[in-house]
């Protein structure tokens, strides 16, 4: 069994870098500093269907997550079987723009209370001024991301827009990987 | 209550009747700097247009006199403490909308 060191990492670091590892591993062991971290990777992973073990380490925490039999199988055809949320737009809908912003604002906030989150939430086109400086949704989108939600910003309208340096929310993407997420997804929802 | 919620312990919560009303209010809140946040309205609270402004209790005077200044008070106002939402103050020129 693996060990992987996520002590001293920044929320989400440890949920991500567990997240990946589970597409490898069928088990693995984690070192996690005490609080968010403990109780985010925790939590994803029973979420997936993991069982968790944990042990106090020092001041921190050692758990033992295993891959359980509710764990979602890849699906046939060679598709992850992952949801991905594509948003191409800060608003939802074609009626007035206050109102459009507002039902967006609102999908965000209201994804934190259900319990079926996707893997991953592409952010394209006008989607990029939601995880940017300004941002509304910025508070959410970190507690999504906690919980396990990969965020990404699509590289070349960041550019676009000039807002390289005002990405707050998750990390920047590409259109090949945008392309190779939505072609492998088992859902894809687009707003 | 779990921390990835928008609510938490302390947290002050105006609901408004009305989707106008409570949008307009934002603007002016964030107008003066104050620091409100939009969401949905959380389940336990009955409203009518399902949305309340989230701020921290020492901006709650600020905020209430600002409001009542623009005439745009909201139908009540909650506080989220102990995993419970407390009803603090209601608009008594409003019709109820709370049990």
């Known amino acids: 069994m693996i ?3 996520c002590r001293n990492l920044a ?25 968010a ?6 939590r ?3 979420n ?4 968790v073990c944990e042990e106090q380490d020092g001041d921190g925490w050692a758990l033992t997550i295993t891959k359980g039999e509710q764990t979602p199988k890849p699906a046939a055809g060679g598709t992850s079987g992952e949801r991905v949320v594509l948003i191409t737009s800060d608003r939802l809908g074609d ?18 209370e259900t319990s079926d989150l996707p893997a991953r939430m592409l952010f394209l086109n006008t989607g990029v ?5 300004g941002s509304e949704v910025l508070e959410a989108l970190e507690k999504l991301a906690g919980m ?23 990390a920047t993407t590409n259109m090949l990987m945008i392309a190779e997420s939505l072609l492998s997804a088992g859902q894809t929802i687009r707003l | 209550m779990e921390k990835r919620l928008m609510v938490q312990e302390g947290h002050v919560l105006a609901v408004f009747n009305s989707g106008h009303r409570v949008m307009k209010a934002e603007g002016i809140l964030k107008a003066l700097g104050l620091p409100v946040l939009l969401i949905p309205a959380p389940r336990q609270l009955q409203t009518d247009c399902g949305l309340a402004l989230r701020f921290s209790e020492d901006v709650r005077e600020e905020v209430m006199q600002a409001l009542e200044r623009e005439e745009l008070l909201p139908a009540f106002v909650s506080t989220y403490r102990g995993g419970l939402f407390v009803t603090t103050w209601v608009n008594e020129t409003d019709a109820p909308h709370i049990t």
């Open chain 1, 3 to 5: 060990t992987i060191n």
């Open chain 1, 11 to 35: 929320c989400p670091a440890p949920v991500i870098t567990v997240k990946k590892a589970l597409e490898e591993q069928t088990d693995l062991r984690v070192l996690l500093d005490d609080g």
């Open chain 1, 37 to 42: 971290p403990r109780e985010n990777v925790s």
């Open chain 1, 44 to 46: 994803f992973a029973r």
């Open chain 1, 48 to 51: 997936r269907g993991c069982q």
């Open chain 1, 95 to 112: 009626g007035p723009e206050e109102l459009g912003r507002l039902l967006m604002r609102n999908f965000i906030h209201t994804l934190l």
């Open chain 1, 129 to 133: 001024f939601l995880t940017t400086e």
């Open chain 1, 148 to 170: 396990g939600v990969e965020i990404l910003s699509c590289g070349l309208c960041l550019d676009f827009f000039k807002l390289k340096d005002k990405l707050k929310a998750g």
